[in-house]
């Protein structure tokens, strides 16, 4: 606009980028960022919050990495199928469980209901981000020397379903608010 009408042309509040877009999905290994930056990108959208694993912790009254010890992965995997039906197609920001994408027919569950977003980093990142993982029940009992061969191994069974993600935003050397710039500015090409 050239100012007759009201003045100089503004853009839009963030809040209001992609309401087209239903359920933004956050996927990625874990020490990715999902949980940070998910929270982040939902203020920066007015849109709600949720961490799956945190929602399953909620429902079970345990921790995830007590529920794989008292569950096992399968019964895990289960409550997770069932955090993503609860909120699928929601105007949500939903960080996945690292896991999640990989199990049959979640990302296409999940990539009709809305975007995929895949928070990518490099396993030395991972393994500075995770720490000791304590709870961490993937690397539990794990020593300091066999955890990044854990990490490389879960990261190569799951590339093939991260890397289908629309899109992608590589971490390592980003703060959660640059990763939510970052994915602000590809969500454009999918309003």
Do not use: H
Not at 46 to 74: H, K, N, P, Q, Y
Not at 126 to 154: C, H, Q
Not at 162 to 169: D, G, Q, S, T
Request: hydrophobic share 45%; with cysteine.
């Amino acid at each position: 606009m050239d100012g007759k009408r009201g003045g100089a042309w503004r853009a839009p509040p963030r809040r209001l980028y992609c309401a087209c877009v239903r359920t933004i999905w956050l996927v990625g290994m874990m020490g990715a960022g999902k949980s940070a930056v998910g929270a982040l990108l939902a203020k920066r959208l007015g849109r709600g919050f949720v961490d799956t694993d945190a929602m399953i912790e909620r429902t079970a009254g345990i921790s995830i990495a007590e529920l794989f010890t008292r569950e096992g992965e399968a019964a895990f995997r289960k409550r997770e199928r069932e955090a993503i039906e609860n909120v699928v197609g929601g105007a949500l920001v939903v960080a996945l469980g690292g896991g999640a994408i990989a199990q049959s027919g979640v990302r296409e569950r999940i990539a009709e209901s809305g975007i995929i977003v895949y928070l990518r980093a490099r396993p030395e990142t991972l393994l500075r981000r995770v720490g000791d993982a304590v709870d961490r029940p993937l690397l539990k009992g794990l020593s300091r020397e066999e955890r990044p061969r854990r990490i490389a191994e879960l990261l190569a069974e799951r590339r093939p379903s991260y890397e289908r993600a629309p899109i992608v935003v590589d971490t390592d050397a980003l703060a959660p608010g640059e990763v939510v710039d970052a994915i602000l500015a590809r969500l454009g090409s999918f309003v």
